[in-house]
């Protein structure tokens, strides 16, 4: 059976959160820990004008996602946001070939530009179609696109192919798994955790003789994550493991902290 190792990290740009300092470099040091086979990123700088030129020493000359994919990942980059010095948006680094890509805008409303890419990996075994997601701050927003995602892998992963869908949800409450199990049969990396890492909550509806909620890891902040923020949705695999990896080290790169899990093809 093959086996996968995944994670799914929002990287803030690749500047601090508070200083907007570049930290492109360090992250690409400290991502090399993930030791991932895919990586679904979030926040990614296509192009940035103004730090290119003004700090330039730290600031690589090639784009961020092909940077961070070295010379060991493939890479796609899906565009949301435009602006006059540069552009942000998604993408994908896989250590195996993206044979096919493609980028829905799901933006909901002028103030956010938000989007899904899908990319096609060659297995050595079969073809797995991941989904690189980064939902809105807005509740509706979430939902409508929620359903505009949902919609797109109907049409773009046939029948029961395995499928992972990862990236930074806004989604707090914990609203959105419901629609997104029953419409594509996806289970979440963290829903089938040990009692023993089951959180307070979870404990407590057991307790009471109640099936507790699934519910995600916390990922932000990075430093003591308290949100539920990001998430991995799969289908065709077992999840064999899956870690926040959080603290200091973590926090100085980028205000979420990376999911990584370890799969294995069902």
């Not at 990290?9 to 400290?30: E, F, M, Q």
């Not at 961020?64 to 946001?81: E, V, W």
């Not at 049409?155 to 419409?183: K, Q, V």
Request: glycine share 6%.
């Amino acid at each position: 059976m093959m086996r996968l190792r995944i994670a799914t990290y929002n990287i803030h740009k690749g500047v601090s959160a508070l200083a907007g300092s570049p930290r492109v470099r360090d992250l690409k040091k400290t991502m090399s820990l993930l030791a991932a086979d895919v990586i679904f990123l979030q926040e990614v700088q296509g192009r940035h004008d103004w730090l290119a030129t003004t700090r330039a020493e730290q600031w690589p000359s090639e784009a961020q996602y092909d940077y961070l994919a070295g010379d060991y990942h493939h890479s796609a980059y899906g565009k949301n946001a435009v602006y006059d010095y540069g552009h942000h948006g998604n993408a994908l680094l896989s250590a195996y070939p993206i044979i096919a890509q493609s980028n829905q805008d799901i933006s909901d409303h002028a103030l956010e530009h938000r989007g899904v890419l899908h990319c096609t990996l060659q297995m050595p075994e079969t073809r797995v179609h991941c989904y690189v997601v980064h939902l809105g701050l807005f509740e509706g927003s979430r939902r409508r696109q929620t359903q505009m995602l949902i919609d797109n892998v109907l049409h773009s992963a046939p029948g029961n192919s395995p499928i992972i869908i990862a990236g930074d949800f806004n989604d707090w409450g914990n609203h959105l798994s419901d629609a997104l199990r029953e419409a594509l049969g996806v289970t979440e990396v963290f829903e089938n955790r040990p009692l023993k890492e089951e959180g307070i909550a979870s404990r407590i509806s057991r307790l009471a003789g109640r099936t507790p909620k699934p519910q995600p890891a916390r990922t932000f902040p990075a430093a003591f994550p308290c949100l539920p923020l990001d998430r991995i949705y799969v289908r065709g695999f077992r999840v064999e493991s899956a870690t926040v990896l959080h603290g200091r080290r973590w926090a100085k790169v980028s205000d979420h902290a990376p999911i990584v899990a370890s799969l294995q093809m069902e």
